[in-house]
């Protein structure tokens, strides 16, 4: 039973999304920005599918601020699910700037999503599918103060490394793995790396590490193993 629960919560984790209640719903719907509202049910077997294809998305567009992607629990929140014809699950629905009417996503996948988000908010992503997390500095503080964190100094669009490749390492050991933008960040990456080249260095605490290995996830998780430790 146990091990089922974690697994379920595992399934509806979604790490670059707001949570959705009753309390906050209007501070996120029909406010100045545009929001993308993902209405799911933790016992939904479609919503555990799609799962994946939101927080595929909505890290696509992390670290941008000028929208709001948020979930709703709807078996916890019945009343607002039912308020903006959510409960149906998996629904995820566009709110265009102060409306409260929301417009239904119909498909999906990862690029349908992308489409929609698109169209609607007249917003391209961040980056693109099966890259890295990117996060602002002020991000990475705060993961650091819980989890050491494997920051990856490459540009959004023009990758310097095999992106895909590093995602292998995610979930594999208790490190946060985040991209930041050397060209956008000039300070933190002369603060990391010791040049504007990008890198990769491991944190923890006040401690770095620079990375300098092959960008495969069995060196990445070798040096983990070893270097984690150490710190």
Not at 109 to 118: A, H, Y
Request: hydrophobic share 35%; proline share 7%; with cysteine.
């Amino acid at each position: 039973m146990f091990l089922l629960f974690s697994q379920l919560t595992k399934q509806f984790t979604h790490p670059f999304s707001e949570v959705l209640t009753k309390e906050n719903m209007y501070t996120i719907i029909g406010q100045k920005k545009p929001a993308i509202i993902h209405f799911y049910a933790p016992d939904c077997p479609h919503c555990a599918e799609f799962s994946p294809v939101w927080n595929e998305v909505t890290r696509m567009y992390n670290p941008f601020t000028n929208i709001t992607f948020a979930t709703v629990n709807c078996d916890r929140y019945k009343s607002v699910c039912t308020a903006f014809d959510g409960s149906s699950t998996p629904t995820t629905q566009f709110f265009a700037p102060h409306s409260k009417m929301g417009q239904r996503f119909g498909g999906k996948d990862v690029v349908g999503l992308t489409k929609f988000v698109k169209n609607n908010a007249n917003m391209l992503p961040y980056t693109s599918p099966n890259h890295l997390a990117y996060a602002k500095p002020n991000e990475v503080e705060k993961i650091l103060k819980e989890n050491p964190v494997f920051l990856v100094f490459d540009t959004h669009r023009n990758c310097h490394y095999n992106q895909t490749e590093i995602r292998l390492v995610e979930e594999k050991r208790d490190v946060d793995i985040r991209a930041i933008d050397p060209v956008e960040n000039p300070k933190e990456v002369k603060k990391y790396c010791g040049s504007t080249e990008p890198c990769m260095v491991l944190l923890q605490g006040n401690n770095k590490i620079k990375y300098e290995g092959p960008a495969t996830s069995a060196d990445i998780l070798a040096f983990f193993d070893e270097k984690v430790e150490e710190l």
